[in-house]
């Protein structure tokens, strides 16, 4: 038991603290009574030092029956003891938890005894040294324990006004961050709305359309599915754009995916680590639900643990309950009441706040409070139906099966001939959602040249597949399960040069690029990327070449620009081959910008572009954008921080 948890128990029994004064007090006065055989003292002394045991609780009482018994001592010229002290400690104490209303006639009253026993007991003493008696001895004594105990209820007076002043001012300073993330919550959702439920709403129609069209007017299925793409598109650019302005500057990217239930464990373990005594309990056989309610009960253990770890210390104890029940998902959280006391007058947190809404979001319901015994409880259930309008990720909730599939043959392709100039591409898809997966293997599989051997949901079983199967390219999800794109991607690339890994994420971060390329992936692509594109971009690594992103190639440059070389003296030569409007496109490719995006910007065709930039391919002999980048980049058309 730590420093803070012993006085945390010492203020809770103050009697218990105060007997301990009280008995040498009492100590000090049986040898007097014992050793004159006047056993007359004993009440005298029991009235002189109980009451010290209740000196704080009844300060006004205690000090009264003192003095009473003080002052029948006095009447009845009994001898003086040491225990007569505890009027002096029962006056400091008056004067230290009552007004000077009230301590200044106690004061008062000892004066008047102390003359008084005085004057009773300094027998043959002359009139001089009953004076020195009385006003040192006996008054000075009296008025040093007031002003004692008046000074410390000055000082404790002032310190909770600061106390009261430091708690007014949180208040006020979480009220206005309240307010300020309020305004900020409806700016976002505002936001967001406009970016997502708009061109939701348009894929949702389209989807629709394109779903009666297939039987009634077929060949308008095509322009419904391409209409479909262009919207999740640029509604995951604007998406971008949105949460790279809300992003901190200096925040580090996470490759691991948001924690689930299947993180309690170590979470339960980081807390043991730093000191807390933490257990966990599953009970029923565990059952998938929805990433975000997964989210949601993570998240209420994280900040149950950190209360109990804020009230009650590290010697706080705690317990962690998840049971699976028919009708859904119980969570409790308990701790032993180690800091109950200082919970108890706690205004409600922003923690339980968050907590409730998470929880509510998904349909749950959540109670927090003191247990009747002693200690805190969080109890959250979540419905075993509990879903927030989101289809749960297949990958979070089955990441511990093992789902790399065997190569299968096609009816395009024979898998088991040798490989040759006619041999396809053998992909293996690897990410945790298992739509993304089927999407890209219906676009891989309908291209002549290429063909699915296999899948995975997570690094791991990536490792696995690629010890076990022959492939020649990797399409690698950056944030999965169990272990993250990048250290798969890092153990894959050491074991060989086969397979090669195309890194893609819905995440335009430089983190994942640096952290990606390093590890040895031979491209790094947005999950929104177009078909062709991506087809493109596997052609390119199959065959050694480096595909990065366009956006991304310009951030990574202009980070290690000046380690670049300068241009060699056949660029200027080189570079007037080039007309002005291939100058141009060199130069915002050089910037970052994709096709569609160069096509805008100089208002012309996509076709027209991709002729420029194979154009500017062809004469500066660059075997592609990346190329072309770093060309620009050698040369000063584009120096790092320009747009």
């Not at 009773?120 to 008696?133: D, E, F, Y």
């Not at 505002?190 to 007017?217: C, F, I, K, P």
Request: a neutral charge; charged letters at 20%; one cysteine or more.
């Amino acid at each position: 038991m730590g420093v803070p948890a012993v006085y945390a128990w010492l203020s809770r029994h103050p009697s218990l603290v105060d007997g301990v004064p009280a008995f040498f007090l009492a100590l000090l006065g049986l040898p007097t009574a014992v050793g004159l055989r006047m056993f007359g003292l004993f009440p005298i002394i029991a009235g002189l030092v109980v009451p010290v045991v209740f000196r704080r609780r009844y300060p006004v009482q205690a000090f009264t029956i003192a003095v009473v018994t003080g002052a029948l001592q006095v009447i009845t010229d009994t001898e003086p003891v040491a225990s007569d002290l505890a009027i002096l400690v029962l006056l400091y104490t008056l004067a230290a938890y009552r007004p000077r209303q009230v301590s200044v006639p106690g004061l008062i009253v000892c004066l008047a005894g102390s003359a008084a026993a005085v004057a009773v007991w300094a027998h043959g003493l002359g009139v001089l040294a009953k004076l020195l008696l009385a006003t040192v001895i006996f008054s000075g004594t009296a008025l040093v324990a007031w002003v004692l105990g008046d000074s410390m209820r000055y000082r404790r007076a002032y310190l909770t006004a600061l106390e009261d002043r430091a708690t007014r001012l949180e208040r006020e300073r979480d009220q206005q961050a309240q307010i300020a993330a309020a305004a900020e919550r409806a700016r976002i959702a505002r936001e967001l709305h406009d970016v997502v439920a708009h061109n939701v709403s348009v894929m949702v129609v389209q989807a629709d359309g394109a779903a009666y069209a297939l039987h009634t007017d077929p060949e308008r299925v095509p322009q419904a599915l391409a209409a479909i793409s262009h919207t999740g598109r640029k509604a995951l650019a604007e998406m971008r754009r949105l949460l790279g302005v809300l992003r901190a500057g200096d925040e580090q990217a996470d490759l691991a995916p948001l924690p689930g239930l299947d993180q309690l464990r170590e979470l339960v373990e980081q807390a043991r680590h730093a000191g807390m005594s933490v257990s966990l309990s599953l009970d029923g056989p565990p059952r998938p639900l929805p990433a975000g309610a997964e989210l949601a009960a993570y998240r209420v253990v994280q900040e149950s643990l950190t209360n109990t770890r804020k009230h009650g210390g590290l010697a706080a104890a705690a317990t962690v309950c998840l049971r699976y029940e028919p009708d859904g998902l119980l969570l409790q959280v308990t701790d032993d009441g180690l800091g109950a006391a200082a919970a108890a007058g706690d205004e409600p947190g922003h923690g339980l706040t968050g907590m409730r809404e998470r929880i509510e979001m998904y349909g749950g319901t959540i109670q927090a409070g003191p247990l009747p015994g002693g200690g805190y409880q969080v109890t959250a259930r979540l419905p075993a139906g509990a879903e927030s309008g989101a289809v749960a990720a297949p990958g979070t909730v089955r990441h511990e099966r093992e789902l790399a599939r065997a190569p299968q043959a096609s009816g395009r392709h024979n898998m088991s001939s040798p490989e040759g100039p006619g041999t396809p591409i053998r992909i293996v898809l690897v990410d945790d959602q298992e739509l993304v997966r089927t999407g890209f293997r219906m676009v891989l599989e309908a291209q002549p040249d290429m063909t699915v051997v296999g899948e995975a949901a997570d690094g791991l079983a990536a490792i696995e597949f690629a010890r076990a199967h022959t492939a020649d390219v990797m399409v690698m999800d950056a944030r999965m399960p169990r272990l993250d794109g990048v250290a798969a991607t890092r153990q894959i690339r050491q074991a060989g040069d086969r397979p090669r890994v195309l890194m893609l994420t819905t995440f335009d971060l430089d983190e994942y690029a640096f952290a990606a390329l390093k590890a040895g992936a031979s491209g790094f692509l947005l999950k929104d990327v177009p078909p062709e594109e991506l087809l493109f971009a596997i052609r390119a690594v199959h065959s050694g070449d480096a595909v990065v992103a366009p956006s991304t190639t310009r951030r990574l440059l202009d980070r290690f620009a000046p380690m670049l070389p300068a241009g060699d003296s056949n660029a200027a030569a080189e570079l007037e081959e080039l007309t002005e409007r291939e100058r141009q496109v060199l130069i915002l490719v050089a910037q970052g910008l994709s096709n569609a995006e160069l096509a805008k910007r100089l208002f012309v065709s996509e076709a027209t572009v991709k002729t420029h930039v194979g154009r500017i391919l062809a004469k500066l002999g660059l075997r592609d954008r990346v190329q072309a980048v770093v060309y620009a980049y050698e040369n000063g058309l584009v120096r790092a921080g320009h747009q």
